[in-house]
């Protein structure tokens, strides 16, 4: 068992030395030094399970009011619902002129930012009221296609919302294209498919598609970007700003 520790470092020996062995510092007396006094360092206080519960409680309290001083109480807060509705509060922080407008659709209930002027469109569909889809479709010179319809369904019987959803979703898929993936999923809070699609044509060219339907009640819509480039670079921007308003 060591008999002289190092006041130093610690280091034990087993006889007086005139230096220790491991740091050298002087343990024979001949020179005059001070044994450094080990200061304690001031503990810090952990965070534990609670504190993180209470940061998490916190965060969700702070968006569940974002989400009410903002109006959203439905649906998701994407980037383009809050920079929509900070532009509305402080123009200055609004998103520059890019060449994208908001369309205003009454009948729909909704706004929707689309590239350009865009044109009302519409599309036969047999499974909704009147066999036609209603909407919206601009255009990005003829590189990219962005549309946006609605249209009420006649309901099944017995149907469940998923199950209407599957229906219509490969009734308006059929013969477009070939379905690289499909993805039960939702938008806003609502049920929804998401369809990618590719080998299309488009101006004369090949492209790709997304699109992406889903029930709110009983009105089927359909956010669709068909673009010459695979991952539809418009389409999280157009879809993102989709807003409610009634």
Partial sequence: ???YRCPQCGAGHKDPPATCRLCGYVMDGTV??????????PMKEKKGVGGMVLVGLGVVIGLGILAVVLGFTTGGLSYGRIRNKVG???PSLASKDDGWNQVADAEGGFTIDMPGEATADYVLYPPVENGRMVGWSAHIGTDTR???EYGKVIPVPGENAQA????LGDAWIYGT???DKRTDTTFQG???LDYKIKNIPLFGKDASQRTIMFLK???????QSQSIYSDNPSFPRFKDSMTFTT
């Fill in 217 to 223: 009640g009983q009105t089927l819509y359909v956010l």
């Fill in 146 to 148: 962005l549309t946006v």
């Fill in 177 to 179: 294209g070939e379905i």
């Fill in 1 to 3: 068992m060591a008999k």
């Fill in 88 to 90: 509305e509060w402080v």
């Fill in 164 to 167: 209407t959803l599957n229906r």
């Fill in 32 to 41: 005059d030094t001070v044994t450094p006094q080990k200061t304690a360092a």
């Fill in 190 to 192: 609502y049920p929804a």
